[in-house]
T-cell receptor, first 114, second 115 residues
Framework: DGGITQSPKYLFRKEGQNVTLSCEQN?????MYWYRQDPGQGLRLIYY???????QKGDIAEGYSVSREKKESFPLTVTSAQKNPTAFYLC?????????????FGDGTRLSIL | AQTVTQSQPEMSVQEAETVTLSCTYD???????LFWYKQPPSRQMILVIR??????QNATENRFSVNFQKAAKSFSLKISDSQLGDAAMYFC????????????FGTGTRLQVFP
């Protein structure tokens, strides 16, 4: 079945540690996105990529980094510079178009601080 | 600034009844797209319905329909014949794609369905 796979489902980070969240899609979508969700809030965009080897900052990119070496993969690294990383992280993908195609989401990764 | 406002943090409905969730947005764009997503306790985001701003006809998807009022920048979701499985967080989202590409989400409405 086609879809988006995020791993791990739960992740714990120690102080000063970088952690990487995985996102893989087999939908043949060009565009991929990372969102952060905090309690009582909607999703906020961290980074997005519309094509391989290119990505753009979203609204809350500070303390995060990404790469897009393959069309199928868009990993997110939460660096030690992100002082409040505890949140639910969602990866999404979509067909690159004028905007009427929906974004399809993975099941998310919950990141907590040890 | 482009914002999406959902003024109802929580709503409830009896099974088989109809409920309407409100959403307003602010934009200076003339061409854009609007979406409603459902997030059940599993936390997966599921597309419910979408609306192109250039279309005057309201979108319908089975028991789900929207009331899109472009001039008022309003995009409400109506759920007819509510079912227990409709209980979830519902997020309204607005997509912009000129010079950027992102969904802007509201803060969500928690819908409870009572038998």
């Amino acid at each position: 079945d086609g879809g988006i796979t995020q791993s791990p489902k739960y992740l714990f980070r120690k102080e000063g540690q970088n952690v990487t969240l995985s996102c893989e899609q087999n939908l043949n979508h060009d565009a991929m996105y990372w969102y952060r969700q905090d309690p009582g809030q909607g999703l906020r965009l961290i980074y997005y990529s519309q094509i391989v080897n290119d990505f753009q900052k979203g609204d809350i990119a500070e303390g995060y980094s990404v790469s897009r070496e393959k069309k199928e993969s868009f990993p997110l690294t939460v660096t030690s510079a992100q002082k409040n990383p505890t949140a639910f992280y969602l990866c999404a993908s979509s067909i690159q178009d004028r905007g009427n195609q929906p974004q399809h989401f993975g099941d998310g990764t919950r990141l907590s601080i040890l | 600034a482009q914002t999406v406002t959902q003024s109802q943090p929580e709503m409830s409905v009896q099974e088989a009844e109809t409920v309407t969730l409100s959403c307003t947005y602010d934009t200076s764009e003339s061409d854009y797209y609007l979406f409603w997503y459902k997030q059940p306790p599993s936390r997966q985001m599921i597309l419910v319905i979408r609306q192109e701003a250039y279309k005057q006809q309201n979108a319908t998807e089975n028991r789900f329909s929207v009331n899109f009022q472009k001039a008022a920048k309003s995009f409400s979701l109506k759920i007819s014949d509510s079912q227990l499985g409709d209980a979830a967080m519902y997020f309204c989202a607005y997509r912009i794609f000129y010079n950027t590409d992102k969904l802007i989400f509201g803060t969500g409405t928690r819908l409870q369905v009572f038998p």
